[in-house]
């Protein structure tokens, strides 16, 4: 259950009259529809989302959570609605036939329990679904009941269990979903469910869009930064008919495949603003124009935000089109390995850094405290935060060693081949080092290499001096931002949360299993990724809600505990020979209770349903 406010207004005999009701979002066979709880009169004004934070502080008041209230328990006009709600309830009738009242005979040895299927995940998928008004985005684009249910139980399958959609049909009947929605899928094949791909492919751009619109309002979103990355997913098969799909550099290593690169951007908080499903050659440096032009068209950008962007973008064409001026934005931007060498050569002076302390994830205790050192320096207009870490140090002295020991290799085999006579043109052998300079940048600083043309003779040798400059360097990255207005540890904390953007592709990958892609024609393809997508929205709303109470559990593990809240049908024979059968969730647990209330799920997972099967009389035999 989700309430809401909604006003309405009349005139009567000339003046306009406002009147103001409380409504709930209720589940019925046919859909989930809005119930009017209690007229609540006029209340006073304030501005638009204050008028959904109102609600949600009386329908947490209405369940005893007003101790989740970021602002203190409820004040007097809440109270006062909430007193109005539980009066109206108290003086509502019970209806008759209800089961509570009934009174039957039962033979208790005969009482069965049959059809158990899966609830639990289903029953949070499909209120965050409503909570975010997906249904009722489909409902306007012009969806009917039956593609809208459909698509549903689709985006649900990738929250809870991705399947390919030839066996979805049996895993959508394995679930309780027909009892939520209200639909009868004992006949749903895998070709309704290529439909409504299909129906739904024209309508990706105007339900994401909408989306992004109702979780800002919904969640209080900030849009003063955005992040964009890349990622790739591959093909089983050679997709023929699909002209995106192409070979490419594969994040997936899996080189051996046609891909797509998926682009995404997303806000700080996780909320996907726009994906777009680019050709799988496709370089990340030549994206970054498209994708801002996209984002202006579909959610607009607001003038001072910033974007950041990893090193695979930083490059000076990409900066100028960040700085282009009727765009408005800023930017933060991982240098790339050449530029940040450079940096590194020309910085002699490792005082003056400033030391932030890194806190480990709350869903890994084992992980160990890290220490993050950053210095900013103003260059030219823009300013270079050089940061420091001590987790990543140990990874890069890793890699520069390996790569100094091929240096070392590399510079004795070209020895052998000059002493040899092997190489003896003084053009070659510079070529030859400069060829192995390139190939171990890293280390190839601090060695001096020479050659004598004069003498043929040839050497190489460490400054020492520079090499432990490069130790005590080690775990080094360099951010480059055209912002003045903040601290080097603010940069460097604004930037980390890029990670928001990698999750996002994580999650979608798993447990969300992007990959590997089934479909071959591209509008099949595009249509997969974007319920991915939509699955996603559904995860990252799930996550927020809980890490708004400080709660930092995923939902891989949600709903690995939620599996076990099913729902079933308990038959109950009665003494006359008729059947009373009763289609009705089991009684949650307290770990099932527990995620519910930090998800402010307070409806039942299906509301009881009766249905009498009358003894069967026996046929009377003539003499």
Known sequence: MAMYLRKSRRRYKGKTYTNHLLVESVYTPKGPRQKAVCSLGDLKPRPRREWLKLAHHVEDALVGQGELFEEGPPDAEVEAIVSKVRARKASAKRPKGDTESEVIRVLADRVEMERHREGGPEHV?????????VGEILEGLGLS?????LLCAMTLNRLIDPKPEYAMPDWIRSTALDDMLGMDFSGLAEDALYRAMDEVYPHRIAIESALAAREENLFNLDRTVFFYDLTSTYFEGLAKRNRKAKRGYSRDKRRDCKQVVVALVVNRDGFPLLHEVLEGNTQDRKTLPRILDL??????????????VDRGMAYPENLEELRRPERGLHYIVATRQSERDQFLADLDDLEGFEEVLRVPSPNNPFQKKSTIRVKLKPSGGETYVLCISSERSEKDRAIRETQEKRLVADLAKLEARIHKGRLVHPVKIGEAIGRIKERYPRVARYYIIEYDPEARRFASRVDLAK?????????????????????????WRIYMLLTRAENAF?????????????HHVETRVDTHIFLSILAYHLLVAIEKTLLDQGVHSSWETLRNLLKTHQVCTVVLPTDTGAVLRIRKASTSEPVHRHIYDLLHITSPVIHPRKSWTEPQKRPKHSD
Do not use: C, N
């Open 145 to 149: 009941e039956r593609m809208r249910g």
């Open 467 to 491: 090499r432990e400059h490069a130790e005590e360097l080690d775990g080094s990255y360099l951010l480059r931002t055209d912002r003045t207005d903040l601290a080097a540890e603010d940069f």
């Open 125 to 133: 998928g499909r209120v965050f679904w409503e909570r975010l008004g």
């Open 506 to 518: 994580r999650d979608m990958k798993s447990p969300l299993a992007l990959r590997p892609i089934h």
């Open 295 to 308: 984002l202006e068209a579909r959610v607009g950008l607001r003038p001072g935000q910033t974007a950041v």
